[in-house]
């Protein structure tokens, strides 16, 4: 469990052992999120009592959101994509030249609730990322997107699958190749075969307060496991 100063100082956790730490790329915080900690510890900002007689927000005010968001993220898989086939040292300048998106990211998802909601619809979505990714031979950018897909396949095809271990030859994640379904499951991909970037993993837990992201990321790690066993 973690906490930003501010929740921890505006929480009651009087009689509690805890560390204290200064993060150079930000990181995630727990407070409101009753999987993880008591109510009784959330700050006055957070948890279920925060939320008594507050107005909902207008569904025309996050339209603009709901618009761009898929496309944000469509531009920053890209971004990874173009960086697929090069060394460590090539892949962390990239993505420190992501470093501002991934700081916008962050700020908007802490933005409440609703722009959290808004974030996570748009990453965890399956027709919003097909229709994206899969573009159309019309479309003005089909040649970039072609290209863009290629790299990503050979991204996939990178992926060293060992010998699948007796009882377990129909489990389709241990045969290859892996399947993307959403914008959080190829983000999780770059994520481990990036070596997990500081910022980027900050940015998939600061969503974790929204219970249906919680288990999606869950699941897309879980996918992801081929990766990082030996």
């Avoid at 052992?17 to 999120?33: I, P, Y």
């Avoid at 290209?147 to 007796?166: C, H, M, N, T, W």
């Avoid at 892996?178 to 983000?187: A, M, Q, S, Y």
């Avoid at 249906?212 to 496991?225: A, K, P, Q, R």
Wanted: with cysteine.
């Amino acid at each position: 469990m973690s906490l930003c100063a501010q929740c921890f100082q505006e929480g009651n956790h009087e009689g509690h052992d805890f560390n204290m730490f200064r993060s150079q790329a930000g990181g995630a915080c727990d407070c409101g999120n009753s999987a993880v900690m008591k109510e009784t510890g959330f700050c006055h900002r957070h948890g279920s009592q925060a939320q008594l007689n507050k107005p909902e927000v207008p569904p025309d005010l996050l339209a603009i959101a709901d618009a761009l968001m898929p496309r944000i993220f469509l531009r920053f898989i890209q971004h990874c994509r173009e960086h697929s086939s090069e060394s460590l040292n090539q892949v962390l300048e990239a993505m420190e030249e992501s470093s501002l998106f991934l700081d916008l990211m962050q700020e908007l998802s802490r933005l409440g609730a609703a722009m959290r909601n808004t974030m996570t619809k748009s990453l965890c979505n399956p027709k919003v990322y097909h229709e994206l990714t899969q573009g159309s031979s019309r479309h003005q950018d089909a040649e970039y997107l072609t290209q863009s897909r290629a790299l990503y396949d050979d991204a996939l095809k990178s992926i060293p699958f060992g010998e699948v271990p007796p009882g377990y030859e129909d489990v389709a994640t241990l045969n290859g190749p892996l399947v993307h379904k959403t914008f959080l499951d190829e983000i999780v991909f770059w994520t481990v075969k990036f070596e997990f970037p500081q910022k980027l993993v900050c940015l998939l837990l600061n969503m974790l307060p929204d219970t249906e992201y919680e288990v999606s990321v869950g699941v897309s790690v879980i996918l992801h496991l081929i990766l990082v066993t030996p």
